[in-house]
């Protein structure tokens, strides 16, 4: 099924390493900014909205912040799979 070449950009792979390199870099930034969000969220949340104190309890707070670890291991992943010269 063809989808014409607008789309065709968004899964089709680039000619080039640097060109690969960059999709996965770009990749790893949006994992590593979800990281830290997720880790902000699960020490300060609370702090910054106090609405979430009821909702963020400490068991919440916790699988925050391992989910952020996950986050950032798979961004460490992807940057490990950069190619090289």
């Given at each position: 099924m063809r989808m014409g070449p607008f789309l065709d950009r968004f899964?089709?792979?680039p000619p080039t390493r640097e060109g690969r390199n960059?999709?996965?870099k770009s990749a790893a930034a949006v994992f590593n900014a979800?990281?830290?969000t997720l880790v902000i969220t699960g020490f300060f949340?609370?702090?910054i909205n106090p609405n979430l104190a009821p909702v963020?309890?400490?068991g919440g707070r916790a699988?925050?912040?391992l989910?952020?670890?996950a986050a950032h291991i798979v961004a460490r992943a992807i940057?490990?799979?950069l190619e090289d010269k």
């Open positions: 899964w089709r792979r960059e999709q996965k979800a990281a830290i949340g609370p702090a963020l309890d400490l699988s925050l912040v989910a952020s670890v940057l490990w799979s």
